[in-house]
């Protein structure tokens, strides 16, 4: 289990219980005598720029747009939940009636498409708006949470709640949380403390499911209750051949490299033969290749450091050689890498 981003914010101090959370002002009966909140004037003009100023929303959404290249249905959708929550941001300062609304999402898609990150935007952007009390991520799988023998699986999903509680909790690959052919599983334990904490405390944590689109449909049909409580689900769509050969560039710029133009096009025809190969995971696969080429770069400029005397810019820049040695192109005729050069699985 990996918790990332955590706020600066106050440690849980309540235990996690299926029993919804009473505030003290619960306990403290009304004053008869007390007005109820005068209602704003139908007419009156409500200053949203303000608003969206103050509350530092636009921050969140360049941050996504910088960070994340194409994924266009899915920032869509983030700014109109974003819009939603504004608004109910400024009915709740002007007294109107308004009830939390249910922010619990399902993120579907192929791996690599930017899930982990706009999740983690989203815990920022709910923060700033005042719907969870802190702004952290904790991001978990199965093993985090079902237990290997009886009495194991509740103690273990509470203490992921417990630490997840005024933030967003994130479950990838969700749908390994049910195996309907073990009867012995005890993933149902974990998934029926989830639900009651979903309902009950919905107004202090934001669950978050993730995983393969197809897999996930089966797991919302084999647990309705998730599904009724999904009211948020985004599909992200897999990357263009463009938008990946952008993303390794964006990748390698932040780093302080570069691709040759030799390189760039060896980069392209990377990405092509890749995507035809098992385990392709998107921006991930282009993230794992230049990693690698990184790697035969730095071997390249070491052994011939004597004879080429390599400057800055020479360690700036990848070169084709550096993506040509990747066995993605065993298969290409039209390649030959040069003698010598390291070669490397490409599987993720």
């Given amino acids: 289990m990996s918790e990332t981003k955590q706020s600066d914010g106050p440690g849980i101090s309540q235990p996690v219980s299926a029993e919804p959370t009473r505030s003290t002002e619960e306990l403290v009966p009304p004053d008869p005598t007390a007005k109820p909140p005068a209602a704003p004037s139908p007419s009156e003009a409500i200053d949203f ?3 969206r100023a103050e509350a530092g929303i636009d921050d969140v959404l360049n941050q996504l747009d910088s960070e994340l290249i ?7 959708r983030i700014r109109e939940i974003a819009a939603l ?4 941001r400024v009915r709740r300062k002007l007294g109107l009636a308004s009830e939390a609304p249910t922010l619990h999402m399902s993120f579907t898609g192929n791996p690599g498409t930017g ?4 999740a983690l935007r989203m815990a920022d952007l709910l923060h700033r708006l005042g719907f969870i009390r802190r702004g952290h991520l904790v991001s978990v799988t199965r093993d985090d949470l079902v237990g290997q023998y009886i009495g194991h699986t509740a103690p273990k999903t509470k203490e992921i709640l417990k630490k997840a509680m005024g933030g967003v909790l994130f479950i990838d690959e969700a749908y390994y949380l049910y195996r309907a052919e073990n009867e012995r599983d005890y ?3 974990a998934i029926e403390i989830l639900l009651q904490v979903m309902e009950n405390q919905r107004d202090d944590l934001v669950v978050i499911l993730a995983g393969y689109t197809d897999r996930m449909e089966k797991f919302f049909a084999s647990n309705p209750g998730f599904r009724s409580r999904i009211a948020h689900h985004i599909d992200f769509p897999d990357y263009s051949d463009e938008e990946l050969l952008a993303i390794g560039e964006l990748l390698l710029a932040r780093l302080n490299y570069k691709l040759s133009a030799s390189a760039r096009e060896a980069l392209a025809r990377y990405i092509v ?6 385990h392709f995971s998107n921006a991930r696969s282009v993230r794992n290749a230049l990693d690698r080429a990184r790697l035969r770069q730095a071997n390249r400029i070491v052994r011939d450091a004597a004879k080429l005397h390599p400057t800055a810019e020479d360690l700036m820049t990848i070169e084709a050689p550096d993506l040509l040695a990747s066995r993605v192109f065993q298969q290409d005729s039209t390649t030959n890498p040069q003698s010598g050069e390291e070669t490397e699985d490409a599987r993720d």
Avoid: I, N, S
Wanted: glycine fraction near 8%; charged fraction near 30%; proline fraction near 7%.
């Fill in 49 to 51: 720029l303000k608003e």
């Fill in 70 to 76: 194409g994924l266009a249905p899915v920032k869509t």
């Fill in 85 to 88: 929550l504004l608004v109910e």
């Fill in 115 to 118: 899930k982990t990150t706009v």
């Fill in 187 to 189: 993933g149902q334990e």
């Fill in 273 to 278: 033969a890749r995507r035809q190969q098992p």
